[in-house]
């Protein structure tokens, strides 16, 4: 199995001195999709964005280690050069143009992408989200958080990545979109073949549509491994799906205060 | 009446010249947020850059304007690049400085090469006047009116339909967000800065060609602060209407004050009165966005 992307020894230190990711290493398989799990704060976006290249308007920088995009480094090159070799980063909160009409939007996805494509294309997301057709000419601004969603997906979409990094698709939306959000996910990652790697605190809708998975907690990789053992692994259940060692909910305290001595025992 | 047309035409003309350079103002600052105080010496740096090409190097007036515009593409260019490049991620205030030395710069340079002295552009257009309504108007007012609409066009069209147009709308509304699409915001802000040269060339050529032009033009910014006030920072439409209105008002106030009074100057100040009283009723310009709120 080929990895599109490989992290190796990644630090990264925001302002100078801020060291928030600590020598932190995880591969994407190509075609399939990566979970990247983690508490806040953890440093899963901060990952992300050492991927595209974002990292560089928030005076953020690699320090060391390096990003292996298909074997070649690409740390600290500008994100238009990240996005035009194939890696589309989608930001956590959507980052909607909201002043812009949504087919607008989806023109600023299309922006590295070849003109002739650009119709097939946005048929192609219209396909997938008929609810954006629906309100193709409407202020974004004015949508839904769902649609929203949606939105900042099919911008990736009209951008025809090789390797779509997700940041926390299911941020603030009702369960039922979740499930929506997640299977077009899926359709997107088969379909097109799209290599996914997905940043999440839905830990269970993640590891349900992940191949393998990787926890992280301050800045490392603490666990790795196929999906649907991380679903089993007693631990991650705890702390991440909300179950107790019988299946029971467990209180927030408790958890709490067995995370904290984690913390510090780590 | 007819005086008070003819004032109505005067203004609408000089109003003409402020939206364009309002319209500069404005496309750098929704581009790039920043208030860029030397608009008024773009003016006049192209003006003479034009006057140059067209007196001393004895280019036909109409090779003399499009290599003015393509001086104005590479000023642009410069500007961005020494001046402003190097202060991406600083505070507003250094940037706002940053601009004022330029201003300072310009106004400087013009006088070591061109002096104070008021310089008058060869006559391009016939004088006599073409009647419009039954009203005697100049041919160079009629063609600043049309070229400034046209220019007004040409951008709306731009800015609504092209997709470099809707990428720089996107950078000014989220530049990190535009910088994830694999839009490279360094040539954005860089476009901006040519665009508000060149109008604001076109802005100071019409002008030459109508007034004549001298080391005071660069003072024409300050009008041009009430008008995208006005408008709203961010309006195109609104730099569009706030230049004219502004020119409007200060050409009629100008008048009336003459007529009645026998008061003179009032011209200066008339744009400045007008704009404290609408931003004391609307606080956000006559066009500005106020943030989108959903419910
Ligand atoms: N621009 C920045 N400047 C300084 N520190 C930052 C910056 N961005 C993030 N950090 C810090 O880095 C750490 C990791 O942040 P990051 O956003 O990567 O976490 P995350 O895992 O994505 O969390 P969440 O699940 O809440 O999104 C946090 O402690 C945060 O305060
Ligand atoms: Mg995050």
Known sequence: ???????????????????????????????????????????????????????????????????????????????????????????????IFEDLSVEENLRCGAFVSPRAEYAANLDKVYGYFPRLKERRGQLAGYMSGGEQQMLAIGRAIMAKPKLL???????????????????????INQKEGVTVLLVEQNARAALNVAEHGYIMENGRIVMEGPARDLLQNPDIQEFYLGMGHAGAKKSYREVKHYRRRKRWLG | MEYYLQLLINGLVVGGIYSLVALGFVIIY????????????????????????????????????????????????????????????????????????????????????????????????????????????APVYLAAFVLSALLFGIFSLFFKYSRLGIAMRATAFDQQAAQSMGIGIRNIFAMSWCIACVVSAVGGVILGNINGINSQLGYLGLKVFPAVILGGLDSLLGAALGGLIIGVLENLCDGLAKEFLGLSGVREVAAFVVLVVILMIKPYGLFGTEEIERV
């Open chain 1, 165 to 187: 990094l997700l940041d926390e698709p299911s941020l603030g939306l009702a369960p039922l979109l979740v499930e929506e959000i997640f299977e077009i996910v899926q359709m």
């Open chain 1, 1 to 95: 199995m080929t990895h599109v992307l490989k992290l190796e020894n990644l630090e990264v230190v925001y302002n100078d001195v801020v060291l928030v990711l600590k020598g932190l290493s995880l591969a994407a398989a190509e075609g399939r999709i990566t979970a990247l799990l983690g508490a806040n704060g953890a440093g899963k976006s901060t990952t992300l964005k050492a991927i595209s290249g974002l990292l560089e308007s928030e005076d953020g920088e690699v320090t060391a280690g390096s990003v292996l995009y298909r074997g070649r480094p690409v740390q600290g090159l500008p994100p238009e050069r990240v996005v035009r070799m194939g890696v589309f980063q989608v930001m956590e909160g959507r980052r």
């Open chain 2, 30 to 137: 929704k581009a790039t947020q920043v208030v860029n105080f030397a608009q008024g010496e773009l003016v006049m740096v192209g003006a003479y850059v034009c006057f140059s090409l067209t007196v001393q190097f004895n280019i036909p007036f109409v090779w003399a304007f499009l290599l003015t515009l393509g001086f104005s593409v590479l000023l642009g260019l410069l500007v961005e690049r020494l001046a402003l490049r190097p202060l991406i991620g600083e505070s507003i205030i250094s940037v706002i400085m940053v601009t004022i030395g330029l201003s300072s710069i310009l106004r400087s340079l013009v006088q070591v090469f061109w002096g104070t002295q008021i310089k008058v552009y060869p006559q391009v257009l016939p004088v006599e006047p073409v009647v419009i309504a039954g009203l005697p108007v």
